[in-house]
């Protein structure tokens, strides 16, 4: 029944080492490639204003995104004729690529194709380069609740948790280390901000006066889809700060424009995410 899930789930939508020491000892150039959809493209995009609260310095990141499903890997490359595609190479081919981040989006019949195909294609000028796996909220927030009966779940936080740990985790993750087993491979759970910031609707803890559907600026939601508004952006833009530089959430004086605080939101985030999946 979960293995059904798993196709559902994706319709809709070596070790890794920390690094603990100062930005500017861990990182002297960070030339970023990130390719998705419109469930990445909001952080990579949010990430440079971030980045440049924090203070770091030759951050040179390059989105390249289509739409829904044509934003996944496998459909990046199977796209060879596409515009995206060659862009993508192009800057492959160029080396330094010291971050190439993707969406969790895969084919339910062959997980890891995708992924697996632009790693290949990357290593062969950027040997160190690292990867990581952006994961995306389950889309159709109204629908969650259902989902979580249909598929004998307890609560959205016991499923998300399953499409993060045994989807993403077990069935992509593991299987790409195994195949490249020199290669840092790590996740950036990014879909649970929209989670706990839902939940915290409900519950009647957000500070703010945010709606759980409409405008991006005051919403959680921006439509039926799930896309996100601003404070999912916002908090979901954290973790990617600390997930990539090492940023330490907890105590990064940054104002986000909420009341809610989405800093510890975030800290959440990262202390709950398995240290194994991290950089």
Known sequence: MKRILTFILLLCNLSCHKNDGPVDEVLQESKILLIGNSFFKPYAQHLDHLVEEAGIENHDATLIFRGGENGRPINFWNDSN???????????????????????????????????????????NNPEVTVFIAIPNIDYPADWDQLVQDFGFNSVQDLYSYFVNDVVHHDIVDELRAEFPSTNIFTIPTGWSAVHLKQMYHDNALLDDIALFGPKPTSIFTDDKGHQGQIVIETGTLVWLNGIYGIEIETFDYDSGFLTDLNAIAQDIIDNHDANYKQ
């Open 82 to 124: 596409s515009d995206e595609h060659q862009q993508i190479k192009n800057i492959l081919d160029q080396g330094d690529v010291m971050y190439f981040g993707m969406t969790a989006g895969h084919d339910s019949e062959n997980p890891t194709e995708g992924h697996r195909a632009w790693i290949e294609y990357a290593l062969h």
